[in-house]
T-cell receptor
Framework: GIQVEQSPPDLILQEGANSTLRCNFS?????LQWFHQNPWGQLINLFYIPSGTKQNGRLSATTVATERYSLLYISSSQTTDSGVYFCAVDTIKAAGNKLTFGGGTRVLVKP | DGGITQSPKYLFRKEGQNVTLSCEQNLNHDAMYWYRQDPGQGLRLIYYSQIVNDFQKGDIAEGYSVSREKKESFPLTVTSAQKNPTAFYLC??????????FGNGTRLTVT
């Protein structure tokens, strides 16, 4: 099946800093989503972005499908941005709509 | 408010007992999913269903069973055949191929 790798695995930021999280995938995708899991385990969808660029407040994401990667940008980070960020993809070749998750990037924003 | 309800939030069972986790959604989504998350890991797909009365195995279906008798409900049974059942279980739903919405999860501990 498709392989999804996220980097870095861990990230420590000072409040106010900017950062970039990366997601590499091993096959063509028709669905790519970014999620944030807060310290209580809740998963919140951030972006549906199989290609192109989207922005939502201080967060933005870019997917370059032809090169098989996606980037999530966090600007002016806040302590509430702490948690784990997951990338998940679905391949064009797979039967059925099901997302495969990467291992996540654990982010800690210090005040 | 539309959403996904998982119950209970915490569940404790003795080894050898079957246990059923509840998942209900009122988003009118056709597709529903069960994922398992172990500490410090990403999410792995257990089962998914794209339509009532139909479901498919995910990547780690052994020791689990599901049913989809109603569009709104997708219960997961963790059987005694599951060797390491202690984990965080997340239910999700979506319009097939679109944004995935998660419930708040059930933490299962088996001793």
């Amino acid at each position: 099946g498709i392989q999804v790798e996220q980097s870095p695995p861990d990230l420590i930021l000072q409040e106010g800093a900017n950062s970039t999280l990366r997601c590499n995938f091993s096959d063509s995708v028709n669905n790519l989503q970014w999620f944030h899991q807060n310290p209580w385990g809740q998963l919140i969808n951030l972006f549906y972005i199989p290609s192109g660029t989207k922005q939502n407040g201080r967060l933005s994401a870019t997917t370059v499908a032809t090169e098989r990667y996606s980037l999530l940008y966090i600007s002016s980070s806040q302590t509430t941005d702490s948690g784990v960020y997951f990338c998940a993809v679905d391949t064009i070749k797979a039967a059925g709509n099901k997302l495969t998750f990467g291992g996540g990037t654990r982010v800690l924003v210090k005040p | 408010d539309g959403g996904i309800t998982q119950s209970p939030k915490y569940l404790f069972r003795k080894e050898g007992q079957n246990v059923t986790l509840s998942c209900e959604q009122n988003l009118n989504h056709d597709a529903m999913y069960w994922y398992r998350q172990d500490p410090g890991q990403g999410l792995r797909l257990i089962y998914y269903s794209q339509i009532v009365n139909d479901f498919q195995k995910g990547d780690i279906a052994e020791g689990y069973s599901v049913s989809r008798e109603k569009k709104e409900s997708f219960p997961l049974t963790v059987t005694s055949a599951q060797k390491n059942p202690t984990a965080f279980y997340l239910c999700a739903s979506s319009i097939p191929g679109r944004l995935l919405h998660f419930g708040n999860g059930t933490r299962l501990t088996v001793t």
